[in-house]
């Protein structure tokens, strides 16, 4: 088969739809290996694959993380959970992603603090597979299960950064979502219940049990739930705040687990 041209991966793109066709094209090119690969690249992108699934990978905290098929995409805005995460516990030693999807949270808070103790959970197995890729440099170890029932009990009150990328998407709005959220990523790590804070609020209310005395627990969330994520915070006992970032769109709530009595 002859090799495609990069004006004809941009135009096969373009007419696809994709906004950036000109950075996509240029990304599958230095990714296909051979012309059967690229033609196979540019079949699947064209027909609404996430440019992320056809390369692999995805770039995330200036990390290449690895992203298999099926698996939810990490979004450049959730870079910011890191820096707020990093800017709260520069010392951590104790890490947990949980609702990991990729590892990608995970990995970006493995690579700034260095050696620390990376603990990483999510409910689909195809996450679980994915993860385990990409925190292996890290020497973290990855669990399956629903939210804190993954976890070992021997981090019950160690973790000093907690960072729950949950689902957040309302259930009635999921199917309003681009189609390469809502056909190619699971519904698990999109559905977040009725408001889209059901996750949210489960997370919160575990939190405590599990947080370091001056740990912390870091949520993404949408503008719209902000006032009722906090309050969902504010209502487990964690001292509370949220912080914005207007270049990536992205907000973040943020809460402190409180020391015990003895620990004052």
């Known amino acids: 088969m002859p090799s495609l041209s990069p004006a004809s991966v941009v ?25 059967d690969e690229l033609a196979a690249m540019v079949d699947r992108r064209v027909a609404g694959l996430p440019l992320e ?10 990390l290449r993380i690895t992203v298999e098929p099926g698996v939810f995409v990490p979004r450049r805005r ?6 707020q995460a990093l800017a709260h516990a520069p010392d951590a030693s104790v890490v947990v992603d949980l609702c990991c999807g990729t590892g990608a949270v995970g990995a970006a808070l493995a690579a700034a603090l260095g050696r620390v103790e990376l603990h ?15 925190i292996a440099p890290y020497g973290g170890q990855v669990h399956a299960g629903d939210l804190f029932t993954a976890l070992p009990d021997a981090l ?12 957040y998407v309302p259930t009635d709005e999921v199917g309003l979502l681009p189609a390469e959220a809502r056909d190619h990523e699971p519904l698990v790590a ?8 059901a996750i949210l609020r489960e997370v919160a209310t575990g939190a405590p049990d599990w947080l370091a005395p001056g740990g912390c627990l ?32 992205a907000n973040v709530v943020i809460g402190v687990g409180v020391a015990g009595v003895d620990g004052l």
């Open 11 to 35: 135009t096969a793109l373009r007419a696809a739809g994709c906004v950036f066709a000109e950075d996509e094209a240029r990304l599958i090119l230095s990714t296909a290996r051979t012309p």
């Open 53 to 62: 699934h056809v390369v692999g990978w995805a770039e995330f905290s200036g």
């Open 78 to 83: 959730t870079e910011f959970l890191v820096e």
């Open 120 to 134: 990483a959970a999510d409910i689909d197995p195809a996450a679980v597979r994915c993860a385990r890729r990409n």
């Open 156 to 167: 019950r009150g160690r973790v000093d950064i907690l960072a729950a990328n949950v689902p």
């Open 190 to 197: 999109l559905d977040g219940g009725t408001d889209g804070l």
């Open 218 to 249: 870091l949520v993404e969330t949408s503008e719209r739930q902000l006032p009722s994520a906090v309050e969902a915070f504010m209502g487990a006992g964690l001292e509370t705040r949220s912080a914005y970032s207007e270049e990536l769109y």
